[in-house]
Structure formats: C-alpha cells, structure tokens
C-alpha cells in the first residue's frame, strides 16, 4: 500500500492543524493505521493508532486529549486533529499501516510508512 501523508505546516503555539495520509494499492480495511514522529536529534516515536474499522484508537501519553485520530475508509484516508500544539510537538510526522492490532505503537512492526509531513510549531 502506499502512503501519501499532507497537512503539515508551520503554527503557532496553542494552534490546531490536522494531518492527512492517504492510501491507495491495496484495501485500506485490511489495515491498521498509525502516526508517528520524529523530532530532530531524538528516535521516532509512537503517536496514535486506529482499528481497522475505527472503534478503536490508541495515544501516546503526550498527545492524550490534544490529538485525535480517525478514519474515513469510504475515502482511504486517516486524520490526525491536532489541538493546543506545543513547541515539543515539532517533529516530522509519519503515516504507517499494518494488518495486524498487535504492535500498533511499534515502529518495527510497521509494514508500510508513508514520508514525512513537517509540522513545526513556534513559541
């Protein structure tokens, strides 16, 4: 499957803005979604993940209640709303699929990733 991530930008702090990533190639139900991040100087890291279906989503503690993940699979599409950004939320931030639950928040168990979205947020 590939993966097409868009919607980054430079915000302020306190700022929303909502990231895109969508898929073609293969059936997107047949996926698992995830976001991750990397900031500059430091490892990628687990954000958000959604089911195939999208009952059920999964955060990172740092984005608990700022960011919110969905699905349109009418649209083969995945969003990240991101709310109140912080200047700690700058990173490059990175679509992943997955057919499997297990491992939704491990970078390693990613089958597919999309590139990167700058999201840089000023203070």
């Known amino acids: 499957v590939q993966l097409q991530a868009s919607g980054g930008g430079l915000v302020q702090t306190g700022d929303s803005l909502r990231l895109s990533c969508a898929a073609s190639?293969?059936?997107?139900?047949?996926?698992?979604m995830s976001w991750f991040r990397q900031a500059p100087g430091k490892e990628r890291e687990f954000v958000t993940g959604i089911s195939r279906s999208g009952g059920s989503t999964y955060y990172a503690d740092s984005v608990k209640g700022r960011f919110t993940i969905s699905r349109d699979n009418a649209k083969n599409t995945v969003y990240l709303q991101m709310n109140s950004l912080k200047p700690e939320d700058t990173a490059v931030y990175y679509c992943?699929?997955?057919?499997?639950?297990?491992?939704?928040?491990?970078?390693?168990?990613?089958?597919?990733w999309g590139k990167g979205t700058q999201v840089t947020v000023s203070s």
């Open positions: 190639g293969r059936t997107f139900t047949n996926y698992v």
């Open positions: 992943a699929a997955r057919r499997t639950l297990v491992g939704i928040d491990t970078e390693a168990g990613m089958d597919y």
